[in-house]
């Protein structure tokens, strides 16, 4: 049961370039999302997370736009880096509640690559 | 980084060998969580632990049991190791609820079961 989706599996970007990266949820009690960066070898870090009460969110050359009423919202990376080069997960939880309801559930990732 | 060791970084075994997998944090923080890397399906929660002994079932937790007798460790055990159960595993922490804290993830365990 696949409740956030995520696209493209790939993406190739040239540098200088915007990389976009698009995931839909189904359960619309998730309020929190957020992105996460991982590097071949390593465990994913947290990038960049938004809530529902605000549309964008930008931090550097990342943003996140958020569509409520589409239940969509996505990753843009401005001007593009050799450096970003990376699988790029989204994820999303329901409110803080009481213990227990403290999970992330993520998309199946994204790989993208910067090429010169 | 934040101080989360995992180990064995690599292990290859059999099929019906039990393994256990073991997390370390040094920052003290009370939410642990165990997860699956694999190809097309993400990051999937195991089981996770929000305190010393208390600990909950993620959403692919069949095969696995996880201990929590200490703060600092968390560890994963499958009992009867199959070939399905060939994948990357990431432990995680965070100090408070997710909205509040970001997870902090583990440089992962390679897991092969032949």
């Known amino acids: 049961q696949q409740q956030v989706k995520q696209s493209p599996q790939s993406l190739i970007v040239q540098k200088g370039g915007i990389s976009i990266i698009n995931c839909a949820y189904e359960n619309t009690a998730f309020d929190y999302f957020p992105w996460y960066q991982q590097f071949p070898g390593k465990g994913p870090a947290l990038l960049i997370a938004i809530r529902p009460d605000v549309s964008e969110k930008k931090e550097g050359r990342f943003t996140i736009s958020f569509n409520k009423s589409a239940k969509q919202f996505s990753l843009h990376i401005m001007d593009s880096q050799p450096g970003d080069s990376a699988t790029y997960f989204c994820a999303a939880s329901p409110p803080e509640r009481t213990f227990g309801n403290e999970k992330l559930t993520f998309g199946t990732g994204t790989r993208l690559t910067i090429i010169p | 980084d934040a101080g989360i060791t995992q180990s064995p970084r690599h292990k290859v075994t059999e099929t019906g060998t039990p393994v256990t997998l073991r997390c370390h944090q040094t920052e003290n923080h009370r939410y642990m969580y165990w997860y699956r890397q694999d190809p097309g399906h993400g990051l999937r929660l195991i089981h996770y632990?929000?305190?010393?002994?208390?600990?909950d079932k993620g959403e692919v937790s069949d095969g696995y049991s996880v201990s929590r007798s200490k703060t600092e460790d968390f560890l994963l055990t499958l009992e009867s190791a199959t070939s399905s159960q060939t994948s990357v595993y990431f432990c995680?922490?965070?100090?408070?609820?997710?909205?509040?804290?970001?997870?902090?993830f583990g440089d992962g365990t390679r897991l092969s079961i032949l």
């Open positions: 995680a922490i965070s100090e408070g609820v997710i909205s509040n804290q970001p997870q902090h």
């Open positions: 632990s929000y305190g010393v002994k208390d600990t």
